[in-house]
């Protein structure tokens, strides 16, 4: 056996993201790390493996006749009017970046469901179109993302169908994988998000600014190339019996 062998370990560096489609700081996080992402230009060298996570797995499926101005402020025991103030900063910060936070229209719904569909256009190849789009659909445009009719919606704008949509919702298997994103999350004591792993070796937390991202990008990225370019070595320290398929052994 050569010393090296040359075989591609994996062929895109994985990048893992816990999210939590009711965040609006994953949302922004999202939008500043995709810019750090084209900023390099590296985006065929990454799969991007997006995570559940649920801030308040709490909140009754249905619609909400609660506005989130008044979730927020009864969450943290807040003044209705210091709920707006802190609102007000995430609209500013959104702004900054392209992003629309129309917080006054905003349904307060439980995410389980937008979860499982999104489990579900990750399959599909499809994980990063559901993200941006269920993000748009809560903060901008004032969905209700528990209701079937709009998740299916969103579910056709991305090229899910109405029975891709269903089969999200009704199959055990896309709640499993939600819950065992959330049970990974506390294992590596995850407490909050967004939240960004990078080949399993960097992480960061929060919606950093673009800078941070390139760096912590183009770290990973060069080990995770030298690492593909050592390939598996060979330790062996000297000849050793073997068997091969064809019955020789030595």
């Known amino acids: 056996m050569s010393q090296t062998t040359n075989q591609a370990i994996s062929q895109k560096m994985q ?13 922004l996080g999202k939008t500043k790390f995709d810019t750090a992402l084209a900023q390099l ?42 709920s707006k103030q802190a609102h007000a900063g995430i609209v500013q910060a959104g702004q900054e970046v ?38 748009k659909a809560y903060f901008t445009e004032g969905k209700d993302i528990s209701d079937t009719a709009t998740l299916k919606e969103i579910g056709n704008s991305i090229g899910l169908s109405d029975q891709d949509v269903e089969a999200a919702l009704s199959e055990n298997t896309y709640a499993q994988a939600v819950n065992s994103d959330i049970q990974e999350a506390r294992a590596l004591q995850i407490s909050g998000v967004p939240f ?55």
């Not at 489990?119 to 559901?130: D, N, P, T």
């Not at 919606?207 to 990008?217: D, K, R």
């Open 15 to 27: 990048i893992e993201i816990w999210s939590d489609v009711m965040c609006p700081y994953c949302y």
């Open 41 to 82: 230009g590296k985006s065929s060298d990454v799969e991007i493996i997006w995570k559940s996570f649920q801030l308040d797995p709490s909140i009754p499926d249905g619609k909400s006749n609660q506005s989130n101005y008044e979730y927020v402020a009864q969450k943290y025991g807040w003044s209705l009017e210091r």
């Open 98 to 135: 392209g992003l629309v936070y129309n917080f006054e229209d905003m349904q307060v719904a439980n995410t389980l469901k937008a979860h499982r569909v999104i489990k579900y256009a990750q399959e599909k190849g499809l994980g990063s179109e559901a993200e941006d789009r269920f993000f």
């Open 196 to 250: 960004f792993i990078f080949d399993r070796k960097y992480a960061v937390s929060g919606a950093q600014p673009p800078e941070i991202f390139v760096q912590v990008l183009q770290q990973s990225l060069a080990e995770w190339s030298q690492a593909q370019s050592a390939g598996i070595q060979d330790l062996s320290t000297e000849d050793a019996a073997t068997c091969k398929p064809d019955g020789d052994c030595d």
